[in-house]
């Protein structure tokens, strides 16, 4: 693997984003050129909600919003609000960007690096193929605290738990088709779809977590308004 590629989802109207997203990519990118991987940067932008509501009817036949058998996750089941629809569309845009045989990185636009945490991010960049070994998603936007004080990667299927965020993940090119068939179906927003995918393919993928924070969610931290 000598190229990353990182997929940016956008939101054309939430241009107050738009100086932290390119900060933050500038950081990322810098990084991993210094190991000499060559950086590809695919901004993912539509649908926007406008076009959603404008075709609410198409994307309506693909709600499902039935119970199933675990009741952590049907209590999260809610409608959908065309933001929110747009997002899951733009990620599953995104997931059809995915390259086989080379590091894929999905980011929102809402991502944030906090000066704490740099550290983190270098180390898991420098020794980024090791960390991404047999892995088919590393979740990047949330974490395990283990109490160690070395970045460690944690197999997920030990301490799974709905995600706090999803605003960032690698991600391999046979799990990115998985997971973009998986949110063809609307019931949860992006956040516990990912989650519910997880948990459902804790048996049969390989999904990594760190034990410290790497990236920060913007609208999690009360930087920018959710989208």
Known sequence: MNS????????K???NRTSY??????FIKTLIEKK???????????????????NITEYNKRVNYNNEDNEDFNKLISPLNPNQISNIEKQRNALIQVKDKEINLIIEDDLIINKDYIDNIETLFNNIENY???????ITSDYVNNNIDNLELLDYKNHFKILNSKSSYFINKKTADKLYEYL??????????????IYDNLNN??????????????SKVGIFLSS
């Open 132 to 138: 991404l070994y047999n892995s088919d998603i590393l």
């Open 21 to 26: 997203i390119n900060s933050s990519v500038f």
């Open 13 to 15: 109207h939430l241009d």
């Open 205 to 218: 993928l390989n999904i990594k977590i760190l034990n410290k924070c790497i990236f920060l969610e913007g």
């Open 4 to 11: 990353v590629n990182i997929i940016i989802i956008y939101s």
């Open 184 to 197: 063809n179906i609307f019931k949860y927003d992006m956040r516990v779809g990912l989650s519910k995918f």
């Open 36 to 54: 000499n991987f060559k950086v590809n940067i695919n901004v993912i932008n539509n649908p926007e909600e406008e076009e959603i509501t404008q």
